[in-house]
């Protein structure tokens, strides 16, 4: 756009309508630039204005014209059609992007140089230090579990840090931005803040040091009374309510709420914090508390449901708030229940009740943690059955709000994956070692601060089974429909993997699932300074994209194991096997949710309806608030699963039954 120097005729015209300047020769103006839209304003320093040519209709019908009203402006670049109006002290150092509103507020300034948030080092997990992490515009959930647990390598560490360091360099500037189509209304005191296009704060009490990363796709809404200080807000996040948020970096599709207070934290995609407090967390993807009494605290946490008074505690009245948790990804806490750190929970797992004595459970996934008489009783597998797992896994990739075409973090929703089926394989055999070293007949058998019943260590063994065929089916039929196959040679070829890569251990990085060599690898080359941010993120995304070919190689490996030979050796008769006790354990699996579903519709769950009435009464209200137990789509879908699932495993069975005889009838003939 090209400016030009206010004409004599408009600086007159601009003092006419209250207007002053330090220097009217300092204020440049667009082509079509017209002084009836700018009044009772002053100006100082290098200020810039656009084209005020439009009428903004507010709510309730009212239109005001586009201009700069009752403002002080200092150093400013004012972009077309923006509306400036009762800026109670100024506006220092900004330029404000076109189709902006910004009314009544206190003041929006820039003081001196700042990187807006960039570089803030975050004491995640241990409030004592050792663990900071420098957040920036473009941290990713997985960036950030290497950063934060890695530590080992410290060499790699510093690698990392410098970059960021870098980048947050390349930020900084004396003068903020504030974005095209932005709606900043009736806001306290907004300083060192970069703010993306599309933005909309509205009653916001202050911002201090922070990137606001709205755009078009997924804008940023922050609300009343909310306060933010050294901060990266990303796309699509909404805070509002008077949330407080100090030294955090908020992902993707975050919602703050109720009065939610959260420091030195790190939350990443479509978590939600509702009325309760976080201090020191890793919250990986779909970490959720909604309740006032709820506090998180020094811990890593993902897929995580917190319920209300949950709470832990990371120092012993020594040394201090030194000591960390860890809960794995699909964790629940029930109401008031409580853990002294350190402590590790295992994935998908629950826990009930207070635990005291640091419990590991983090080879023994789906699991109930419960306290007895304050003891720690563990039931592995248990909540393998539950219809609340099972719901949780299919909610998640509904619930996910990220709307940025560009998205940071990579998720995997898959609930039996290698992370959790080689925890299964090992949880297995640790309850056959328990057994072994203590005896059949013991009635409780010790692990790690827990205790585990003779019932609940026999029942785990065969859930675990179960969900290791399970997966292992599921990974057999998938690469089997991939491909065409009329003879064993074909199949033998099809089930052949991609390559290597996915032997050996897997991880979690807060949400992204992959083999431990290639995060190895990666850390690898970014120690030996082979790669950049932006190389770090391909690659995380490319582990991502490549889950299943990774996930076949795993598979395959146990399956060969469970076969007693190689690929190039399975016969029809153990491929039909494999498939017979996958549609076994598919089944079993859907019958044990389906009668734990059944439990909702029970006498006991009836209790509360038709409060005045007699129990004819009660099962006709409960009817028509509930619903029927056959009716209920989640009881539905789980029948058609079964159904669905059976008739694939009895197809494929029939067409390895259709191959045996053809090579029956071939032999028959030499």
Not at 29 to 46: I, K, L, M, Q, W
Not at 127 to 132: I, S, Y
Not at 447 to 476: A, D, P, V, W
């Amino acid at each position: 756009m090209n400016y030009r120097s206010l004409t004599a005729q408009e600086i007159a015209q601009l003092e006419s309508q209250g207007c002053k300047a330090t220097d009217w020769a300092e204020i440049e103006v667009a082509e079509a630039f017209d002084a009836r839209f700018v009044r009772h304003s002053n100006f100082s320093g290098y200020n810039r204005l656009g084209v005020f040519g439009k009428e903004l209709e507010l709510p309730g019908g009212i239109k005001i014209h586009t201009g700069i009203y009752n403002a002080m402006l200092h150093n400013c670049e004012v972009g077309d059609d923006a509306h400036l109006f009762n800026i109670h002290n100024y506006i220092a150092n900004y330029r404000i992007g076109n189709n902006t509103c910004i009314e009544n507020v206190n003041s929006i300034l820039v003081d001196g140089r700042t990187t807006f948030g960039n570089g803030v080092r975050v004491p995640v997990m241990n409030e004592g230090g050792g663990r900071e992490i420098p957040i920036f515009n473009e941290l990713s959930a997985s960036l950030a579990y290497i950063l934060t647990l890695y530590r080992h390598r410290p060499k790699m560490i510093q690698a990392l840090e410098r970059m960021i360091d870098e980048y947050s360099d390349s930020q900084a500037a004396e003068v903020g931005v504030i974005g095209d189509h932005v709606r900043i209304l009736n806001c306290g005191t907004i300083k060192n803040v970069r703010i993306g296009d599309y933005a909309e704060l509205s009653g916001v009490s202050r911002l201090k040091n922070g990137t606001i990363n709205s755009n078009e796709s997924a804008p940023v809404r922050l609300g009343s009374g909310v306060k933010c200080t050294d901060f990266i807000i990303a796309s699509g996040v909404e805070i509002g309510d008077s949330t407080l948020v100090d030294k955090c970096f908020v992902g993707q599709g975050c919602i703050f709420d109720k009065h939610y207070s959260a420091g030195e934290s790190l939350f990443f995609s479509n978590c939600q914090g509702m009325h309760g407090e976080a201090c020191a967390i890793f919250a990986g993807p779909y970490t959720v508390t909604h309740h006032k009494s709820t506090l998180l605290i020094a811990g890593m946490f993902s897929f995580l449901n917190a319920g209300s008074g949950s709470n832990q505690s990371n120092h012993m009245y020594k040394l201090g708030p030194i000591h960390q948790g860890i809960a794995e990804r699909g964790a629940k806490t029930t109401s008031d229940s409580y853990l002294l750190w350190p402590s590790k929970v295992g994935a998908f797992s629950l826990v009930m009740g207070r635990h005291t004595h640091h419990a590991d459970t983090s080879d023994l996934p789906f699991s109930y943690l419960i306290e007895n008489n304050s003891e720690s009783f563990l039931v592995p597998g248990a909540n393998l059955r539950t219809v609340g797992t099972i719901r949780d896994a299919q909610k998640w990739p509904k619930r996910d709000n990220r709307k940025d075409p560009h998205k940071l973090d990579q998720i995997n929703f898959n609930l039996l994956s290698p992370y959790t089926v080689q925890k299964m394989w090992r949880g297995r055999e640790i309850l056959n070692e328990l057994q072994a070293l203590s005896g059949e007949n013991t009635e409780v058998y010790g692990y790690k601060n827990c205790k585990i019943r003779n019932s609940s260590l026999r029942h785990g063994r065969e859930l675990y089974t179960i969900g290791i065929q399970k997966f292992l089916g599921n990974s057999l039929i998938s690469r089997l429909e991939k491909s065409e196959w009329r003879t064993l040679d074909e199949i033998r070829a099809a089930l052949r993997p991609d390559s290597e890569t996915g032997l050996g251990n897997w991880v979690d990085l807060a949400g992204l699932i992959a083999p431990r060599s290639e995060v190895t690898k990666l850390a690898n080359e970014i120690e030996n300074g082979l790669l950049g941010l932006e190389d770090i993120q391909h690659r995380l995304e490319q582990m991502h994209a490549n889950y299943y070919s990774y996930e076949w190689t795993w598979a395959l490996e146990k399956l060969e194991q469970v076969w007693g030979c190689s690929v190039a050796e399975v016969t029809l008769e153990k491929l039909s096997k494999t498939v017979e006790e996958w549609k076994a354990a598919v089944v079993n699996l859907d019958k044990m949710v389906y009668d734990d579903a059944r439990k909702e519709f029970d006498l006991n769950s009836q209790t509360g309806f038709g409060a005045d009435g007699d129990k004819e009464q009660a099962e006709a209200d409960f009817a028509e608030v509930r619903g029927s137990f056959e009716s209920n789509s989640f009881v539905r879908a789980v029948l058609e699963h079964i159904e669905r699932k059976s008739e694939l495993g009895d197809r494929v069975l029939a067409e390895l039954s259709r191959i045996e005889n053809l090579k029956l009838k071939v032999l028959e003939r030499k």
